[in-house]
Protein backbone atom coordinates (compact mmCIF):
# COMPACT_ATOMS: atom_id res chain seq x y z
CA UNK A 1 0.00 0.00 0.00
CA UNK A 2 1.04 3.35 -1.09
CA UNK A 3 1.53 6.69 1.26
CA UNK A 4 -1.39 8.09 -1.33
CA UNK A 5 -3.71 5.23 -0.97
CA UNK A 6 -3.46 5.17 2.75
CA UNK A 7 -3.41 9.00 2.93
CA UNK A 8 -6.75 8.78 1.06
CA UNK A 9 -8.83 6.08 3.01
CA UNK A 10 -8.86 8.78 6.22
CA UNK A 11 -12.84 9.53 6.71
CA UNK A 12 -13.69 13.01 8.62
CA UNK A 13 -14.99 10.88 11.90
CA UNK A 14 -11.06 9.09 12.01
CA UNK A 15 -9.77 12.32 10.95
CA UNK A 16 -11.40 13.97 14.35
CA UNK A 17 -10.68 10.91 16.50
CA UNK A 18 -6.80 10.74 15.04
CA UNK A 19 -6.40 14.29 15.58
CA UNK A 20 -7.52 13.79 19.36
CA UNK A 21 -4.96 11.04 20.06
CA UNK A 22 -2.54 12.57 18.12
CA UNK A 23 -2.93 15.84 20.34
CA UNK A 24 -3.19 14.04 23.20
CA UNK A 25 0.08 11.59 23.20
CA UNK A 26 2.67 13.83 21.41
CA UNK A 27 3.90 15.46 23.78
CA UNK A 28 3.62 12.55 26.90
CA UNK A 29 6.17 10.22 27.03
CA UNK A 30 3.76 7.18 25.89
CA UNK A 31 4.12 7.72 21.86
CA UNK A 32 2.13 9.41 19.64
CA UNK A 33 2.66 6.78 16.49
CA UNK A 34 2.18 3.82 18.35
CA UNK A 35 -1.16 5.28 19.29
CA UNK A 36 -2.15 6.26 15.81
CA UNK A 37 -1.30 2.67 14.85
CA UNK A 38 -2.75 0.39 17.75
CA UNK A 39 -6.48 2.49 17.27
CA UNK A 40 -5.99 2.34 13.44
CA UNK A 41 -5.37 -1.81 13.51
CA UNK A 42 -8.09 -2.62 16.78
CA UNK A 43 -10.59 -0.20 14.83
CA UNK A 44 -10.17 -1.76 11.23
CA UNK A 45 -9.34 1.47 9.65
CA UNK A 46 -6.07 0.91 8.45
CA UNK A 47 -2.56 1.83 8.87
CA UNK A 48 -2.88 5.81 9.15
CA UNK A 49 0.87 5.95 7.00
CA UNK A 50 3.82 7.42 8.26
CA UNK A 51 2.83 10.60 6.46
CA UNK A 52 -0.52 11.46 7.62
CA UNK A 53 1.17 10.97 10.81
CA UNK A 54 3.97 13.15 10.29
CA UNK A 55 1.80 15.81 8.77
CA UNK A 56 -0.46 15.91 11.47
CA UNK A 57 2.14 16.43 13.79
CA UNK A 58 2.41 20.09 12.54
CA UNK A 59 -0.12 20.51 13.94
CA UNK A 60 1.14 19.75 17.52
CA UNK A 61 4.73 21.39 16.75
CA UNK A 62 2.48 24.58 15.91
CA UNK A 63 0.96 24.34 19.31
CA UNK A 64 4.73 24.24 20.76
CA UNK A 65 5.65 27.40 18.87
CA UNK A 66 3.01 29.36 19.57
CA UNK A 67 3.30 27.68 23.39
CA UNK A 68 6.86 28.89 23.64
CA UNK A 69 7.01 31.81 21.09
CA UNK A 70 8.60 34.23 23.80
CA UNK A 71 11.66 31.56 24.22
CA UNK A 72 11.78 30.86 20.50
CA UNK A 73 11.56 34.55 19.44
CA UNK A 74 14.72 35.13 22.19
CA UNK A 75 16.64 32.75 20.99
CA UNK A 76 16.63 32.84 17.51
CA UNK A 77 17.58 37.15 17.95
CA UNK A 78 19.98 35.75 20.25
CA UNK A 79 21.48 33.17 18.19
CA UNK A 80 21.51 35.92 15.05
CA UNK A 81 23.43 38.34 17.26
CA UNK A 82 25.91 35.67 17.68
CA UNK A 83 26.28 35.25 14.25
CA UNK A 84 27.99 38.87 13.79
CA UNK A 85 28.95 39.55 17.37
CA UNK A 86 31.28 37.32 19.30
CA UNK A 87 30.80 38.60 22.79
CA UNK A 88 27.26 37.61 22.33
CA UNK A 89 28.05 33.89 21.90
CA UNK A 90 28.59 32.89 25.42
CA UNK A 91 24.70 33.72 26.08
CA UNK A 92 22.44 30.58 27.19
CA UNK A 93 19.97 32.29 24.42
CA UNK A 94 22.31 32.35 21.72
CA UNK A 95 23.99 29.12 22.84
CA UNK A 96 20.71 27.69 23.05
CA UNK A 97 20.02 28.24 19.62
CA UNK A 98 22.78 26.35 18.71
CA UNK A 99 22.44 23.10 20.74
CA UNK A 100 18.92 23.03 19.03
CA UNK A 101 20.34 22.61 16.02
CA UNK A 102 23.11 20.16 16.38
CA UNK A 103 20.83 17.92 18.22
CA UNK A 104 18.28 18.17 15.58
CA UNK A 105 21.17 16.89 12.90
CA UNK A 106 20.69 12.90 14.27
CA UNK A 107 17.45 12.55 13.59
CA UNK A 108 17.34 14.40 10.45
CA UNK A 109 19.78 12.17 8.81
CA UNK A 110 18.88 9.15 10.01
CA UNK A 111 15.02 10.12 9.00
CA UNK A 112 16.48 10.58 5.77
CA UNK A 113 18.44 7.79 5.10
CA UNK A 114 15.72 5.17 6.87
CA UNK A 115 12.92 6.88 5.56
CA UNK A 116 11.42 3.57 3.28
CA UNK A 117 11.99 1.32 6.66
CA UNK A 118 10.01 3.62 8.80
CA UNK A 119 7.19 3.88 6.78
CA UNK A 120 7.01 0.12 6.24
CA UNK A 121 8.87 -2.24 8.24
CA UNK A 122 8.85 -0.19 11.40
CA UNK A 123 5.25 0.11 11.64
CA UNK A 124 4.49 -3.77 12.67
CA UNK A 125 2.86 -3.81 16.17
CA UNK A 126 5.63 -6.72 17.81
CA UNK A 127 7.89 -4.03 17.59
CA UNK A 128 5.49 -1.60 19.07
CA UNK A 129 4.71 -3.72 22.21
CA UNK A 130 8.23 -3.86 22.65
CA UNK A 131 9.46 -0.52 22.56
CA UNK A 132 6.78 0.44 24.27
CA UNK A 133 7.50 -1.69 27.25
CA UNK A 134 11.64 -1.61 26.95
CA UNK A 135 11.52 2.13 26.94
CA UNK A 136 8.86 2.94 29.47
CA UNK A 137 11.19 0.97 31.69
CA UNK A 138 14.45 2.88 30.58
CA UNK A 139 12.87 5.97 31.13
CA UNK A 140 11.06 4.69 34.78
CA UNK A 141 15.28 4.05 35.54
CA UNK A 142 16.28 7.26 34.38
CA UNK A 143 13.69 9.01 36.30
CA UNK A 144 14.01 7.32 38.92
CA UNK A 145 18.05 7.37 39.26
CA UNK A 146 18.55 10.63 37.84
CA UNK A 147 20.04 13.30 40.43
CA UNK A 148 18.12 16.28 38.86
CA UNK A 149 20.33 18.83 39.59
CA UNK A 150 20.48 20.30 35.89
CA UNK A 151 18.27 23.11 34.53
CA UNK A 152 18.27 24.73 30.73
CA UNK A 153 20.96 26.77 31.92
CA UNK A 154 23.36 23.89 32.47
CA UNK A 155 22.76 22.97 28.47
CA UNK A 156 26.29 21.75 27.02
CA UNK A 157 27.37 20.91 23.20
CA UNK A 158 27.66 17.37 24.55
CA UNK A 159 24.47 17.21 25.75
CA UNK A 160 22.83 18.83 23.07
CA UNK A 161 24.03 16.02 20.95
CA UNK A 162 23.16 13.33 23.62
CA UNK A 163 19.79 14.41 23.27
CA UNK A 164 20.17 14.62 19.92
CA UNK A 165 20.57 10.97 19.60
CA UNK A 166 17.84 10.20 22.11
CA UNK A 167 15.17 11.95 19.65
CA UNK A 168 16.78 9.94 16.70
CA UNK A 169 15.18 6.56 18.45
CA UNK A 170 11.67 8.09 18.29
CA UNK A 171 12.03 6.92 14.48
CA UNK A 172 11.16 3.91 15.88
CA UNK A 173 7.12 3.78 16.52
CA UNK A 174 6.47 2.98 20.48
CA UNK A 175 9.68 4.39 21.40
CA UNK A 176 8.36 8.35 21.52
CA UNK A 177 10.24 11.41 21.24
CA UNK A 178 9.46 13.27 24.23
CA UNK A 179 9.98 9.97 26.38
CA UNK A 180 13.30 9.35 24.62
CA UNK A 181 14.67 12.89 25.22
CA UNK A 182 13.35 13.37 28.47
CA UNK A 183 14.63 10.35 29.46
CA UNK A 184 18.29 11.51 27.95
CA UNK A 185 17.57 14.17 29.82
CA UNK A 186 17.09 12.57 32.88
CA UNK A 187 19.94 10.26 32.53
CA UNK A 188 21.95 13.31 32.51
CA UNK A 189 20.80 14.96 35.71
CA UNK A 190 18.28 17.55 34.17
CA UNK A 191 14.94 18.45 36.61
CA UNK A 192 11.58 16.65 34.93
CA UNK A 193 10.68 20.23 33.85
CA UNK A 194 14.07 21.36 32.19
CA UNK A 195 14.41 17.84 30.02
CA UNK A 196 10.46 18.25 29.08
CA UNK A 197 11.20 21.60 27.87
CA UNK A 198 14.11 21.27 25.62
CA UNK A 199 12.63 18.60 24.34
CA UNK A 200 9.86 20.42 23.22
CA UNK A 201 11.98 22.78 21.62
CA UNK A 202 14.29 20.25 20.02
CA UNK A 203 11.13 18.47 17.98
CA UNK A 204 10.36 21.94 16.24
CA UNK A 205 12.65 21.22 13.41
CA UNK A 206 12.91 17.88 13.09
CA UNK A 207 9.10 17.54 13.19
CA UNK A 208 8.39 20.32 10.67
CA UNK A 209 10.46 19.45 8.60
CA UNK A 210 9.34 15.83 8.19
CA UNK A 211 5.84 16.99 8.09
CA UNK A 212 6.95 19.20 5.33
CA UNK A 213 8.76 16.87 3.30
CA UNK A 214 5.83 14.18 3.19
CA UNK A 215 3.22 17.09 2.62
CA UNK A 216 5.10 18.11 -0.52
CA UNK A 217 5.86 14.09 -1.31
CA UNK A 218 1.98 13.74 -1.52
CA UNK A 219 1.28 17.49 -2.61
CA UNK A 220 0.25 16.61 -6.36
CA UNK A 221 -1.49 13.46 -5.92
CA UNK A 222 -5.35 13.99 -6.13
CA UNK A 223 -6.40 11.24 -4.25
CA UNK A 224 -4.85 12.18 -1.06
CA UNK A 225 -7.27 13.34 1.61
CA UNK A 226 -6.34 16.42 2.33
CA UNK A 227 -9.33 17.57 4.40
CA UNK A 228 -9.58 15.24 6.99
CA UNK A 229 -5.95 14.99 7.22
CA UNK A 230 -6.01 19.09 7.74
CA UNK A 231 -8.71 18.72 10.35
CA UNK A 232 -6.82 15.96 12.29
CA UNK A 233 -3.95 18.44 11.95
CA UNK A 234 -5.88 21.92 13.49
CA UNK A 235 -7.61 19.14 16.37
CA UNK A 236 -4.23 17.94 17.08
CA UNK A 237 -2.79 21.77 17.18
CA UNK A 238 -5.89 22.69 19.66
CA UNK A 239 -5.25 19.38 21.96
CA UNK A 240 -1.16 19.41 21.98
CA UNK A 241 -1.18 23.17 23.36
CA UNK A 242 -3.64 22.26 26.39
CA UNK A 243 -1.25 19.12 27.19
CA UNK A 244 1.81 20.94 26.80
CA UNK A 245 0.60 23.83 29.29
CA UNK A 246 -0.75 21.03 31.60
CA UNK A 247 2.06 18.91 31.34
CA UNK A 248 4.92 21.39 32.34
CA UNK A 249 2.53 22.55 35.13
CA UNK A 250 2.23 18.79 36.24
CA UNK A 251 5.97 18.02 36.20
CA UNK A 252 6.58 20.72 38.65
CA UNK A 253 5.96 18.43 41.37
CA UNK A 254 5.19 15.07 40.20
CA UNK A 255 6.93 11.62 38.28
CA UNK A 256 6.77 9.79 35.47
CA UNK A 257 5.75 6.88 37.14
CA UNK A 258 1.93 6.89 35.67
CA UNK A 259 3.39 7.02 32.34
CA UNK A 260 5.65 4.00 32.59
CA UNK A 261 2.76 2.16 34.05
CA UNK A 262 0.75 3.34 31.10
CA UNK A 263 3.40 2.36 28.49
CA UNK A 264 4.57 -1.27 30.00
CA UNK A 265 0.47 -2.39 30.50
CA UNK A 266 -0.58 -1.14 27.26
CA UNK A 267 2.57 -3.08 25.89
CA UNK A 268 1.70 -6.07 27.48
CA UNK A 269 -1.88 -5.73 26.82
CA UNK A 270 -0.88 -5.52 22.57
CA UNK A 271 1.55 -8.89 23.16
CA UNK A 272 -1.76 -10.56 24.30
CA UNK A 273 -3.82 -9.61 21.76
CA UNK A 274 -1.45 -10.42 18.79
CA UNK A 275 -0.89 -13.79 20.39
CA UNK A 276 -4.22 -14.22 20.39
CA UNK A 277 -5.10 -13.01 16.84
CA UNK A 278 -7.25 -10.53 17.90
CA UNK A 279 -5.26 -7.69 15.76
CA UNK A 280 -2.61 -8.37 12.88
CA UNK A 281 0.82 -7.33 13.24
CA UNK A 282 0.93 -5.55 10.38
CA UNK A 283 -1.71 -4.58 7.78
CA UNK A 284 -3.00 -7.20 5.44
Known amino acids: MTVSLILGTVT ?15 FLPISSSAHLLILSRFTGWGDPGAAFTAVTQI ?9 FRHDIVR ?12 SARGSIDARMGWYVIIGSLPILVLGFLFR ?15 TLIIFG ?8 LGSRTKNVDDLNARDGILYGLGQALALIPGVSRSGATISTGLALGYTRESAARYSFLLAIPAVLAS ?17 PTLLATAIAFVVGYLVIAW ?14 I ?6 LLLIIALLFGVVSPTVV
Do not use: H, M
Not at 75 to 86: E, F, G, N, P, T
Not at 137 to 144: E, F, H, P, R, Y
Open 116 to 130: DKIETVARNLWLVAF
Open 211 to 227: GLFEALKIGSDTTAAWG
Open 137 to 144: AILGVCDA
Open 247 to 260: LLRYLVSNTFLPFV
Open 262 to 267: YRIALG
Open 59 to 67: GTELAVIIY
Open 12 to 26: WLEAIILGIVQGLTE
Open 75 to 86: IAKAWLRSLRDQ
